[in-house]
Every structure is written in C-alpha cells, then in structure tokens.
C-alpha cells in the first residue's frame, strides 16, 4: 500500500522534503562542465631527464612513477621476457652501492611499495610510500633503477616462476582464449602477444641483460612523475642530486620492433576444449593509430558497438537473449602503430554458434547500415557527461600525459577531444564504420568443448585447429 | 636468527637518519558530515572539491549469509535485478505490465512444476510454450535497459554493483552537477524496484556462475574450501548460488527477499565529491524521505560451532595449488588489526618471513599469500600458495606448517612490526584518495564494524599493537589442527 502511494506521488511530483521531486527521464543538465583539470608542470633535469609533477596535499603519500623506454618490443623473440626479468630484477635484486637483502629489508622495514614491469613498449616502475620517507627511499630505488646489481640467485628465482607461470598458461580456458587471439592477430612472435617459454629463459643470460640495461636505460628514453604530497622545488633538487649526473651512454638503443609479426590469415580457428561448459568467442582484426583522423569517430563507434549499457552487444547478447555475462567490444588504438577491433562473448557451450553469428551479425550491420541518430545522441552526450571522470585521480592524469609526451604526442591530446567529438554527425560515424570495419578481415577463435556446441564452428567459416599445448 | 640480524644492520648502514615512521594523520574524520533521516537511512557526505565529479556508493546489510539452504544465490540475483528498473522507469505501462508479469511467472511455475513432476513431454512442451507466450507479452511493455542508460546519457561512470556475503553495494560516479539524478534514480530503485526480464538475466546469473566457478579450475576449488569451512553457518554458500539453486528461484522469492532485507534502516550511503553538503541533504530528504519505514528484517542467529578438526578437499587439476584456511574472529573484533599486522609480517613483501624463506631461499613457492576475510559474524585467515615448477601442493603445505612452528621458537621482532606497521599505514592511506573507494569503506564500516568513524581511527590504534599481540593471535588462531585445506595436485598420467 505505501508502495503505491510513493509511486503516486512520484509521478504527480508532488514536494516531500523541501525540494520538488522530479522524474529522472526529464532532468535536463548541461551537456558539459566546465572545469579546469589538475595542473601538471614539466621539467628537465640536466642530464635531460623529462620530469612530471601533480600535487595533492590531502594525504600524506607520494607515488613515483619511472616510464622507461625498455619494453619487450626492443628484445629480440628468441629472448622474450628479458626486459620483463630486468624489471623484476631491478624491483627485487638492489643495485651494486645497496645489495639485494639491503635494498628489500629498507624498502619493506618503511611500507614502500615498489613495483615494476616491462610492457610492450615501455618498462614502469611505480614507487608508492608515506611522504616523510622519500628523501631517503627515491635514492635507493633511482640507483636500482641506473645501476641494477642484478644477482644471479635472483635471476634463478625469477627463471623458475616464469617456468611456473608456464606451465599453468592453460589452466584456465578463458586465458587460453586471450592469449590465442592475441597472438593470431598480432603473429605468434609479436612482442604484444607472444609468451616466455622455457627456451626464450635459457637464451636469457645475465650478460644479455646487462647489455640490454646499459643501451635502454639511458636519460633521454626516461620520463619521471611524481604525485602527492611533496614539496616541487625540494622534490626536482632530490631528483637532480639523484639523477643529474647520468651520462647519455656512447651506444645505440636497441630498435624498436613492430607488433605485428606475421599475424594468422583471417578466418576460424578453434582449440577444442573437453569439458568445457562454456565457450570463449573471440573475434577481431586491427585496430588504429591514435592520430588517425578517425579516432574521435572510433570513440562513438565502439561506445555503440560494445562500450556501454545500450550497446549492441550487450542489448543483444546479454539483455535481450541473456546468453552471457561476460561481453563486451572495444577499439584499442595505439600510438605509433594500430591497436585492435575486438568483440569477446562467453557464452554457454550449447549457444556458441548463437552467440557467435549474432556478434558477426552485429559487426555486418554496423557496416553496412551505421548507428542510428538514437544511439549517436546517447554515446554523444554519454561521452561528452562523462569526460571529466578522467581527470579525478590526478595520478592517473599524470600518468596519461606523461604517455603522450612520451610518444610524441601533444600533451593535452585528450583534452582537445570533446571538441571534436561533439560536431560529428551519424553520417561522419557512419563513413568511419563503412571504411573501418572490416568482416573478412576478422580472426574468430572459439575455444570449447565442441561436442557439445549447438552446430558446427564450420558455419562460420573455413576452420584451422590449434593445440594449446604447442601453440 | 641471522637473517634478521643481518637485516637490522643492514637497514642501520643504509638509513642512519631515518626516523620510525611518524604518526603522520591527517583529519579527514571531522570532515565527514552524517546525516540520517527518518527512516533510519544514514548518510555520510565527504567534501571533495578536486574535480567536477561525485561518488556514490549504496550498501544495503544484505547478502548471501541471508539466504537459507536451497535459495543461495538470491541476494545476488537481486542485485542483477534491480537494474531492470522501477514502476516508472523501464516501461512503458506498468499497470498492464504488472499483470503480464504476474501471469509469467504464474506460466514459469506450471511448466517447471511439470517438469519437477515428471509430466509427459506433450504438457511439459504445451507449457513451455505457453511460458514463451507469456514472455514475450509482457517483454512487449519493457523499455530495456532504461535505468542503466539514464545514468550512462547523464555521464554515469563506473556504474555497478557487487554482492557478498554480508551486503550489496551500488555505486558510480557523475558529473557533480547531476546529484540530484542520483537522488531521484536510486531512491526509486530501494523502493520501486520491479524485476522484469526475471528469466533472461537468471540466465546471465548462470553464466556468470559458469565463468567463475564451473568453467575455472580454482573458482570451483575455492567454492569447496567455503564449503566445508563453514559447517552450520551461511558464510559457507556461495555469493553466486549453487546452480541448481539459482536456476529454481522464482520472481516471488527475489520480490519477498527484497521487500525483507532492503529496509531503510539497514542501508548507509556515502556520498564523495564536488558537493556541498548542506544542498546534499536537502535533496536527500526529498527524494530518500520517501522511502516508507518498514520491520527490521530477521537477525542471523546461527554461530559456526568450534571446529574440532583438520578439514580437507582434495582436488586433481593441471597444476598444483594450495588453500589454507583458518577460522579468525568478526570484523569487529579487536584481535583483527593485530591479524591484519602478523600477515604483514608473514607474507607482505619480499622480505616477510614466508616469502623469504619458502620463495626465495626454499624456492618451495612461486608465490604466496594471505587473503583475509572480515565479515559481520566470523573471519578469516587463508593462505594461498602456487607451488613452484616440480613441487606438489602437499609439500607446500608441510613448509608453511613448518613455518608456523618456527614463528614459536623465533618470536616476531620489534622490527618486523615497525615494518609491518608501515605497510599498514601506507595501505591504510592509499584508498581514501579515490572518491569511490572512500565512500565504498565509509559504508561497509558504517554497517559492518564498528560504525563509520572507526575507519579514521584504526590509524591511532594500529599503534598500540605490540609484538606479543601478534604473537597471542597467531597462536590462538593459526592452529594447524583446526585448518581447513583445499589443494589441487597434478593427476598422474
């Protein structure tokens, strides 16, 4: 009974408190705040080193975030995850001037949180501790980082969790899926997708790492930003004390590889799976550089293709027909070279062929026939509302504009973006769709438990199989 | 011995002028304003003025130990469910929609009915069908996904929710000049929800199941841990339902569950970001006022009894894996900061005891740690470890025993807990930066510790601890004859 009188006088919108109760579907906002984002000033250190500072007094820590030219695509295959295991060692095995157990016991006796990894582009380490203690912590952690002692009993250890780590890459048939797709679209010895194998941990020696360290870790290919609660000038001294004198070394870089390495011709290609319950449905082909002059228009596009709550493949697979949980789309660009198109569905075993054609379906349609003005207005004002979610954790807008810089983009790319996305109109969308989507282009894997599937994968195309074990 | 002798010197060498970590805090506390309204909803409203923005986040004390035997996975179905919209929003005439609804499910429970029954497959598909019917009359009154993407159109961003055991959470962020969206959006659904498109999103339930626990080795490890961990007490079902039972559950047992548990007075929302908070409450009032008060829901009363055992699951797999559970005590109990501190102590970082010795020096583990659970009732302690390249799980498991009984003879020292106490400090900080998860903790210990202002004052309680504390709760609660064991092993070929 009070249900029905609340809902009454909501739709009367009658007052209750002191302020009118209004029906959300009427509300009318501006479509956009305006607002000023977190200042990041920029410096360079005498040696050259580029350096990024965000301040944020409201609690006492400090992040410090090191972005190193040094990821995998600068490692030749047959030594893939060397620049991983430099990361590693240089996180866990000290430097010569503060040994491995010295550098560890100092960092942990202070609740320092120092993490590092190489990607396929670039090497990150992230430093994270209380503000009080970073003028005797960044010291310690900028000499692993220059002159990495690089202990072979640490070396041992990180070969043997790698070994680990492959041994259980198909425990799970969802990773299998991901790890698959990755290295047919992008080619099995591409440095965004290809794995650590046991082989590639025997070519990698400590000379081999030394030798990589010394020609990528050099002051022009290092960019340092530093967020929080610290002082800019006493920060930008320590820094300099720290990092001032690192001479450019007298050698080449190693080159830079590309990320795609003879990727798989398009088509279906399936690991059978047995016992799998449910199907993992990958499909896609690449995607665009981020300078491209469609990218404001790919932002519109994927919103509608599998971005948000009203997209195509949610409102299809999941909402109308609840086949999945887990579905989604996304069109990931790259700065210097294209990311990828990509839709990914897990679905129960018995509706992997309906799952399937209705994400092709779905891909068909958006080429041939566009959005419509419907969803163009809703991803429009969806993105253009959503914009200054961006810049909440200023760390995160630090990080972001450090990336730019570091690939020689202009900073404030993505602050110039809401003027370009807010004129297009669904003919510049659908124009962008048409040239851009491509179905014969796509790589589909379906990775499952084929006996029980509600057709064969043949409908979708020419099949090839992959073994997981060797692929 | 020498290990920690060698450390101290270490440190010593490296770091003469460094000070003990200070006891640095910061008053973010008296910034907190509560507010609570007539029907006992509370609310905290947390100043924040950094960006254009606002968090939300809704805890209602509902979750899956609610649920009894044969109903486990409704909280979380709920919470699927009340997406679907309201009796406003998400229909387009919810006076003939609600009749069509209650005529599906009146069609849902005769087929399933015949089905339990074992009626002859002409009823059963005559039924079917009929269902079908029924289904697409009253999906011809859905506006789908309505509620969702009033909120998406409006700049909603990391619109979701979770459920566990204790509660159900629904959070996002907007732009903060839309607050009153919130207000007017969420109000509507703690009061008005109406759980259309049921059978469908039961289906997404089912899948998402599939992904977690059926279709991933460890997933279905750690559902058997939970399992025989628990004996009497809900705490042993799983968030996500057995699947059969979610796929019994009816409409009418999401409806009677919701109109128990979602009361005003077991919710708590937290409000972070651009907003004044004076303007806050006077929307607040309008708009949550209008929730009715209703009856407290029925307390849990079930205690888990002592265990008086090992437990143990053994499970086969493609690599091996350990899960070691210990009984501890509710979220709010004192010894829980002194836990939280002696896992520091244990497995946080390289130099912690475990990881030195059974990763580096042992190389018995390619990793390991403690994952903690702190709930209303009981709590947690379980370790998990990944064996290395060529060890079992069993072996991992002798070497970590045989690590807590060297913690008697080689007593935690000063130094470890001074560390420890700075890992905790930084961590402590490191979520309240961001919006949403500051309003995430300001709820859950609003409603499932000690009350919202215990979370500043952990900081300058944390403190206190000393060596013999975690001595005390690592021998009263790291009892290797009262463990529960999951482990996978490698099948022999």
């Known amino acids: 009974m009070s249900r029905r009188i609340a809902v009454l006088l909501f739709s009367l919108s009658l007052t209750w408190g002191t302020a009118e109760i209004k029906d959300p579907r009427s509300m009318d906002f501006p479509p956009r705040l305006e607002f000023t984002p977190h200042e990041v000033t920029r410096f360079t250190l005498s040696d050259g080193v580029q350096v990024f500072f965000v301040l944020d007094h409201e609690l006492p820590i400090v992040d410090v975030h090191f972005l190193v030219k040094a990821g995998e695509d600068r490692v030749p295959a047959d030594c893939a995850g060397l620049a991983e295991i430099l990361a590693d060692l240089i996180v866990d095995g000290g430097s010569k001037r503060f040994p491995k157990y010295v550098f560890q016991d100092s960092l942990d006796r202070f609740g320092v949180s120092f993490t590092g990894y190489a990607g396929t582009d670039q090497a990150v380490f992230n430093l994270h501790l209380l503000s009080e203690h970073i003028p005797h912590l960044l010291p310690l952690v900028v000499d692993a980082i220059r002159a990495p002692a690089l202990p072979q009993n640490q070396l041992k250890l990180c070969r043997k969790q790698y070994l680990t780590d492959y041994e259980g890459r198909n425990d799970d048939p969802k990773y299998i899926a991901s790890r698959v797709f990755y290295k047919l679209l992008y080619g099995k010895q591409s440095p965004e997708a290809r794995e650590v194998t046991p082989s590639c941990l025997e070519n990698i020696t400590t000379k081999k790492i030394k030798g990589f360290h010394q020609a990528t870790y050099r002051p022009s290919d290092i960019m340092i930003g530093v967020e929080g609660d610290f002082d800019p000038k006493e920060m930008l001294d320590l820094l300099e004390r720290c990092l001032g004198d690192w001479q450019e070394p007298n050698l080449e870089s190693y080159p830079e590889s590309s990320l795609y390495i003879n990727p798989a011709s398009p088509g279906v290609y399936l690991v059978q799976w047995p016992g799998s319950v449910q199907s993992s449905i990958y499909m896609g082909h690449k995607g665009l550089v981020r300078s491209d002059p469609g990218y404001p228009e790919s932002r519109l596009l994927v919103e509608v293709y599998g971005g948000g709550w009203y997209s195509r493949l949610l409102h299809e697979i999941r909402i109308e027909r609840g086949l999945a949980y887990a579905v989604s789309g996304s069109i990931s660009s790259g700065f210097e070279e294209p990311g990828e198109f990509e839709g990914m569905c897990l679905t129960k075993s018995e509706k992997t062929l309906e799952a399937s054609k209705l994400m092709l379906g779905i891909i068909s349609e958006l080429k041939t026939e566009g959005i419509t003005q419907h969803e163009l207005e809703l991803a429009k004002d969806s993105w253009l509302a959503s914009f200054p979610s961006y810049y909440e954790d200023p760390g995160e807008v630090l990080y972001d504009r450090m990336d730019y810089a570091g690939h020689g983009y202009p900073i404030d790319f993505w602050d110039e973006l809401p003027d370009k996305i807010e004129p297009l109109t669904r003919e510049d969308v659908n124009r962008f769709a048409s040239e851009f989507l491509n179905p014969e282009e796509l790589i589909i894997l379906v990775v499952g438990d084929t006996t029980s599937f509600d057709g064969s994968v043949s409908e979708l195309g020419q099949v090839t199989i992959i073994d997981p074990e060797v692929y | 011995m020498r290990r920690w002798t060698a450390f101290a010197v270490g440190v010593l060498l490296v770091l003469p002028a460094l000070v003990r970590s200070a006891d640095t805090n910061v008053d973010l506390k008296s910034r907190v304003v509560v507010h609570e309204i007539e029907n006992g909803m509370r609310f905290l409203i947390f100043e924040r003025h950094d960006a254009p923005l606002v968090s939300m986040n809704i805890l209602v004390k509902a979750g899956a130990a609610n649920e009894v035997t044969t109903k486990t996975g409704i909280a979380h179905l709920l919470e699927h469910l009340a997406f679907k919209g309201t009796q406003t929003i998400g229909t387009t005439d919810y006076t003939s929609e609600r009749k069509a609804l209650e005529e599906l499910d009146a069609a849902f429970e005769a087929y399933h009915s015949a089905l339990r029954k074992g009626a002859d497959s002409a009823t059963v598909a005559a039924l079917y069908t009929e269902f079908g019917n029924k289904q697409e009359q009253a999906s011809g009154y859905v506006v789908q996904a309505e509620f969702s993407e009033i909120y998406e159109r409006n700049g909603g961003w990391g619109l979701n929710a979770s459920t566990s055991l204790d509660y159900t959470h629904y959070y996002l962020t907007l732009p903060s000049n839309r607050f009153e969206l919130w207000c007017a959006m969420e109000s509507d659904r703690l009061n008005n929800s109406v759980f259309r498109e049921f059978y469908s999103e039961r289906d997404v339930v089912l899948e998402e199941r599939r992904m977690w626990i059926d279709n991933n080795p460890y997933g279905l490890l750690y559902e058997e841990l939970e399992s025989i961990a628990y004996k009497a007490h809900s ?119 475990l990881y030195r010795s059974l990763v580096e020096e042992k190389k018995m583990a390619s990793d390991l740690g403690f994952h903690r659970g702190n709930f209303a009732q009981a709590g947690y302690m379980t370790l998990v470890g990944y064996p290395m390249k060529g060890k079992t799980a069993a072996q991992l498991e002798e070497a970590v025993l045989d690590e807590f009984m060297a913690l008697k003879e080689n007593p935690i020292t000063q130094e470890e807990l001074d560390a420890a106490k700075a890992r905790w400090k930084v961590w402590f900080y490191s979520p309240l930066s961001s919006n949403l998860s500051l309003a995430f903790f300001l709820c859950w210990y609003d409603r499932c510790k000690g009350g919202w202002s215990e979370l500043f004052d952990r900081i300058e309680e944390v403190d206190k601890i000393t060596c013999q504390d975690l001595m005390d709760v690592s021998e009263h609660y790291l009892d290797p004859e009262k463990r529960t064991v999951a482990t996978m092993e490698v099948k022999d070929e």
């Open chain 2, 235 to 353: 705490y042993g079902h799983p968030v996500l339902g057995y699947y059969d039972d979610v796929k019994n559950l009816s409409c009418q047992d999401v409806r009677t569950f919701y109109e128990t548990y979602y009361v005003p007075q077991c919710m708590t929302a937290a409000i972070v970001g651009d907003v004044d908070a004076d303007d806050a409450i006077e929307l607040i009032d309008t708009y949550f006022g209008r929730i009715p008060s209703r009856p407290d829901p029925p307390e849990l009363v079930t205690t888990e009894p002592p265990q008086p055992g090992i437990r143990r699951v053994e499970m086969n797999g493609r690599s091996p894996h350990l899960w070691m559970n210990f009984h501890t005590v509710p979220a709010e109990h004192p010894d829980v900061l002194s836990l939280e501190l002696l896992s520091i102590v244990l497995t946080s970082g390289p130099s912690s005891r």
